[in-house]
């Protein structure tokens, strides 16, 4: 009685299978030995050794071994360890500043090179001509020895938001109690008012405890004159005469001669000596005058948590203004 066949599944269905069922691969299609004569007849052993011979190598690296499942499955794993290697590489550089609409958390998205002039730095990238499009919304510069400020801005982002969704929830209630007692606006806001001091207060405990701390002087420069401000702000950045970092609104292509900003960071805003040297300088600058329209001082936890004049919250948007300063009240 001839033998079982001893064929393992594995061996029928493996990864060099085709989808239906075919081995691919000449060399590992599994043949059924001649049952009625073990050793294998003589007119077989002709016929494997000349295929054998004719079997060419090239045309299965060529067509064939690309196909293959287990080819496959081993180049996307290779694709994807590439990208993690570069995604823990890109983790591990150092962090300089991340930048939202009004503020920066100090990631230049664009710079001087490390020996590039303030001219030639000014000269590549005209803050006037300079399209959005090209090169993002803002063109940074800071000092030429910036600390790195470790700051948590999602932390902070998390809890400043909590704290507003609190003071709501609570105004809300206060506000329901009102109405139910026939209250007036005036019993309501005194009642409010106390809520808006301790939420001001908590937001700015929570900054510096995520060292949410940096602050900007903001002036609003048309774009004929934007080119001349942005100058004397650059270089007396770069020579450490100035804030800890600066930036300028680029060209987004609107119409007409809108106004850009740029802002000038100073590294803690309750440094109230830091602020008013920085103001000072601007001043000597002949950028800010007294008199004239003034500029304003806004805490950078403030724009995180997009705190705007005029809003729900009661919260005044910044801190001082030039006038403030200038006329020692600050």
Request: aromatic fraction near 8%.
């Amino acid at each position: 009685m001839a033998k079982p066949l001893d064929i393992n599944p594995e061996d029928i269905l493996s990864d060099e299978s085709s989808f239906y069922g075919t081995l691919q691969d000449k060399e590992q299609q599994i043949r059924v030995p001649n049952v009625d004569n073990p050793a294998g007849d003589e007119s077989e052993t002709t016929q494997l050794e000349k295929e054998a011979a004719e079997y060419d190598p090239k045309e299965y690296w060529a067509t064939i071994h690309p196909h293959i499942l287990s080819t496959i499955q081993f180049q996307n794993q290779q694709r994807e360890r590439a990208k993690q290697i570069e995604k823990e590489k890109m983790a591990s550089l150092p962090i300089e500043m991340d930048i939202d609409t009004d503020t920066p958390q100090i990631i230049p998205r664009d710079k001087p090179s490390k020996h590039e002039s303030s001219a030639e730095f000014l000269k590549r990238l005209p803050a006037s001509s300079t399209k959005a499009d090209t090169i993002g919304p803002w063109i940074y510069i800071h000092t030429p020895h910036i600390e790195q400020l470790n700051d948590d801005v999602a932390e902070f982002k998390r809890k400043g938001r909590e704290a507003l969704s609190a003071f709501e929830n609570e105004e809300a209630r206060l506000r329901y109690e009102n109405d139910c007692k026939g209250g007036s606006a005036v019993t309501l806001a005194r009642k409010v008012r106390p809520l808006q001091r301790e939420l001001e207060e908590h937001i700015y405990t929570l900054a510096r405890e995520t060292n949410c701390i940096t602050g900007k002087w903001m002036m609003f420069i048309t774009a004929d004159r934007v080119d001349r401000y942005w100058s004397a702000v650059a270089e007396a950045t770069m020579n450490g005469h100035l804030g800890i970092a600066a930036k300028v609104a680029t060209d987004d292509g609107g119409a007409g001669n809108r106004t850009r900003l740029i802002a000038v960071y100073t590294r803690d805003y309750e440094d109230r000596q830091d602020v008013k040297r920085v103001l000072k300088k601007l001043v000597e600058l002949n950028l800010v005058k007294r008199g004239e329209r003034p500029i304003y001082y806004k805490r950078d936890a403030l724009t995180y948590l997009e705190i705007m004049s005029n809003n729900k919250f009661g919260l005044k948007a910044t801190s001082c203004s030039s006038a403030d300063v200038l006329a020692g009240k600050f």
